[in-house]
């Protein structure tokens, strides 16, 4: 009789790499895409939308609201000011997750051991690149305080 296995997906590695996933969530996608892992990639992808909503939305709000004219100052304040909302969606979310992490090869968690390994690779990711890269680009790319309906 042959062991059940889930489905094969093949995905070529180097461009989840070159796409900035985790490092943690890499062999999660090059070996087996399980429920849990697809599960952990939605719910990471609703957490690192959120968090980069609501700094760009502050970006707004110091621009409209406070006055400030946006730069450098803007952007540093702005970050600096969102640092502990996201690290602590981030700390909770992990310790809330790690003792399934943990455990993940035990039996009986083949869907929340790749669920939760998926999530707490991505959120260092996610919050590193949301508090440094985020930030980088909205100052380069962005344009607040300037009409947009013409």
């Known amino acids: 009789m042959v062991p059940h ?8 590695c180097s461009v989840i790499k070159a ?3 985790s490092l943690n ?5 090059c070996g087996w895409l399980t429920l849990g892992s697809m ?3 939605v719910t990471l ?16 709000h110091l621009i409209a609201v406070e006055g400030l004219t946006w730069g450098l100052e803007a ?19 992990a310790l809330g997750l790690l003792p399934l992490a943990i455990g993940s ?12 390994i998926v999530i707490l690779g991505g959120l260092a990711t ?20 300037t009409s947009r309906g013409g």
Do not use: H, K
């Open 75 to 93: 952007a540093i304040r702005g970050a600096s000011e969102r640092l502990a909302p996201m690290l602590m969606t981030a700390l909770v979310t």
């Open 105 to 116: 090869g035990a039996p009986g968690r083949e869907i929340e051991g790749p669920m939760a």
């Open 25 to 29: 969530t890499i062999p999660q996608l």
């Open 45 to 60: 992808f609703g957490i690192t939308l959120r968090n980069t909503i609501m700094l760009i939305s502050y970006y707004e």
């Open 19 to 21: 796409c900035g996933v």
């Open 5 to 12: 296995r889930p489905p094969r997906v093949s995905l070529n």
């Open 39 to 41: 599960v952990g990639f």
């Open 126 to 145: 996610s919050t590193a690149l949301n508090l440094l890269a985020l930030p980088t680009l909205a100052l380069r790319y962005g344009r607040f305080g």
